[in-house]
């Protein structure tokens, strides 16, 4: 006899909620999850002993390729099952294979998690591709400040700290006033960059009521210059946004850079981690590293049985 039990949950529940807040991610949480996907599902792992919640896999479907499956949402750093941090390891392994049996039948699973030194042998055992990518992350243990910045940064940092002293350039932090010109600056470094931003998904997301942190440099007309949105949790926060126009001013054009430090101080006066996310581009990578950023190793678990799905990606990953 089992000595677990599996529950399904299609609302919100506030005993899963309090799991995944100390246990899980921002990106775990409903009222993210209900913001970039449908068909929200949660599976929950509890003792048949006892009512403790142990593990859930909470989930969301989006369409990708013409396919309507568990595929990662837009915004959405970690995807994927947690599993109690004070289970031992053979524990853990018991039930993140419960949890991955109940979504076999899906014909598109992908996952993105960063799970330490988590073990991985589940995800082969279950035939998932795994891939290894890099991001940075900023231990909120160690005080944070200018003298942890690589040279150049350092000295485009107090350029710009001086321009504000000076009244230059302004900075206005956690104001509703400034989503505005979030969504600006986030097209305008879309158009350049050329991707799709996903303003719609991203004004769900700001109005879910999960906890964030956000702020936009000015220049001295109050023209927008550079923002960063950062969801956070209980431990981390998360540098999911950083979005930025191109100055005819050399130092301006480092905006971003004091954007993201001042985010990066937020985090660390109120004890979070700060997580710069991915970055397996040598120039991003370099840039977090420069901003005091170590890496880390976040893995990507995909699974599909859709013949048609594997074609359209591999002639999309053909054409990039």
């Known amino acids: 006899m089992s000595k677990y039990r599996i529950l399904q949950y299609k609302i919100k529940d506030e005993e899963v909620e309090k799991f995944i807040w100390d246990n899980g991610t921002v990106f775990h949480q409903y009222k993210f999850l209900n913001s970039v996907g449908d068909n929200y599902v949660c599976h929950v792992v509890k003792r048949n002993t006892s009512d403790d919640i142990i593990g859930v896999l909470p989930l969301v479907k989006i369409n990708k390729f013409g396919l309507k499956s568990y595929h990662i949402p837009s915004y959405t750093y970690q995807f994927g099952p947690i599993v109690c941090n004070k289970e031992g390891s053979k524990e853990r392994e018991e039930v993140l294979d419960l949890l991955l049996n109940e979504i076999k039948d899906n014909k598109q699973i992908d996952f993105n998690l960063f799970i330490g030194d988590a073990n991985l042998i589940p995800y082969k ?28 940064k350092k000295r485009d940092l107090k350029k710009l700290l001086k321009l504000e002293e000076d009244n230059e350039i302004q900075i206005v932090e956690n104001s509703n006033l400034i989503t505005d010109h979030l969504f600006y600056l986030l097209k305008e470094t879309a158009t350049r960059a050329k991707f799709n931003p996903h303003i719609d998904i991203l004004k769900k997301i700001i109005d879910s009521g999960i906890n964030f942190y956000t702020n936009t440099v000015f220049d001295s007309d109050g023209k927008p210059l550079a923002a960063t949105f950062c969801p956070f949790d209980k431990t981390t926060a998360y540098h999911l946004i950083s979005a930025s126009v191109r100055s005819e001013t050399n130092i301006l054009s480092s905006a971003n850079s004091l954007s993201l430090f001042l985010a990066i101080t937020y985090a660390n006066k109120n004890k979070l981690h700060f997580d710069f996310e991915g970055s397996n581009m040598k120039g991003v990578a370099n840039f977090y590293r420069s901003m005091g950023g170590k890496p880390v190793i976040v893995y990507r678990f995909q699974k599909t049985k859709s013949f048609y799905y594997n074609l359209l990606k591999e002639i999309k990953k053909n054409k990039s």
């Not at 990518?133 to 040279?151: A, D, R, T, V």
């Open 125 to 152: 055992n279950a035939n998932y591709t795994i891939e290894a990518n890099q991001s940075h992350l900023l231990n909120c243990e160690k005080e944070y400040g200018i003298e942890l910045l690589g040279k150049g």
